[in-house]
């Protein structure tokens, strides 16, 4: 198995992850963020068999990542006890 066969350079920007404009409905758009929309500009997608691999390993990786950051206990987001006042 190579890296290629987990993702492909993206037809659209040509790996760029960049385009200038967009088509939509065949109709030329300039594009706002200047970022490729089909691979979120990242340049590749990918391929069926990357989304498994992906799949695969996130619980994994988020193990590893959940391990490697300091231990802090489950804390919750503190709200400000303060309510709207309603009249
Ligand atoms: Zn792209």
Redo the contacts with the bound molecule.
Sequence with gaps: MVINDLKQT?T??GGS?R?AGIRNMGIPQINPGGQ?H??RGR?FLLTELGEDLVRLLRPFVEEMIAEAMPSEPARREEEPDEEEEQE
């Design positions: 993206c659209l920007c992850g385009l490729c089909r691979c340049g």
